[in-house]
């Protein structure tokens, strides 16, 4: 295995603002003498929860707008987790907010990276187990359109035209893995 030295960052400055969005440019020197710039997020310790709701035999998923490919896609409730939070905490406020349940058991199945050549974003995949009815208002323009699916089938969702965000995938096979032990 090659022993890698973190590049240097020679400088980084802020190029770009949004209401949502901060971009940097980093200069790099690499071990071998190799310069490049990139550009990044302005790195936050900010993360976030993605609930996957089990109800009896089934998953329940959301149909949401996704502004960035200007089409619904279905998924997995999600969403930041607030000052002061625990990713439960924010998870069962989630959960709440978007499909007017709390959950009497959350575990937490992994953290993962989205894009961490970009971000340094984390998003924490949490199983949401023995549900009670439970709404928070949320932030939401619209309301969210709730799909139930059997849990025998839930690998069929990676043929679903819909169900395409890599996060929403990566949680389905957390989830898969984690009720096939739990059965």
Known sequence: MIDLKKP?????????HSRLFNIQSVDLEFS???RRIYERMKPTNHEAVLIIPVIGDELL???EYAVGIEQYELGFPKGTIDVGESILEAANR????EVG???KKLELLTKLTMAPSYFSSKMNIVIAQDLYPENLEGDEP???????WPITDMMSLLEHPDFNEARNISALFFAQRYLN???
Not at 8 to 16: E, F, G, P, R, V
Not at 94 to 97: D, G, P, V
Not at 142 to 148: F, G, K, S
């Open 142 to 148: 619209e309301p969210l359109v709730q799909v139930c």
């Open 61 to 63: 998923l959301i149909r």
């Open 8 to 16: 240097k960052i020679l400088n980084i400055s802020d190029i770009a």
């Open 181 to 183: 032990e739990k059965r």
């Open 32 to 34: 071998n003498g190799a």
């Open 101 to 103: 349940l709390g959950a």
């Open 94 to 97: 989630e959960l709440k907010e």
